[in-house]
C-alpha cells in the first residue's frame, strides 16, 4: 500500500510540474508573440512561428531539467553509449 501512495505523489507531483510547465510554455508564446508584433513591428505569421519556437525550446529544457530529472538521471549513463 505505501508503494502504491508513492507512486501515485510521484507522478501527481511530475503532473503538476508538467502543467506548470505548459502555462510557462503558453507565457512564453504570448509574450515574444506580442513583443515581437508591437514592438519590433514583425509580421505576425514570423512572429508567431518565432515565438512558438522559443516556446518549444523553453518547455524541452524546462521539462528535461525540473520535471524528469529523475528519470534523466537514470538514462544519463546509457546515452553515453
Known sequence: MVNILAFVHKHLKRGFKYACVGTTGFFVDAGVLYYLTQYVHVWYIFSEVFATL???????????????????????NTQMV
Not at 518547455?59 to 528535461?64: K, M, P, Q
Open 54 to 76: 522559443v516556446a518549444f525550446i523553453s518547455n524541452y529544457f524546462l521539462n528535461t531539467y525540473w520535471t524528469y530529472r529523475d528519470a534523466m538521471k537514470r538514462l544519463d
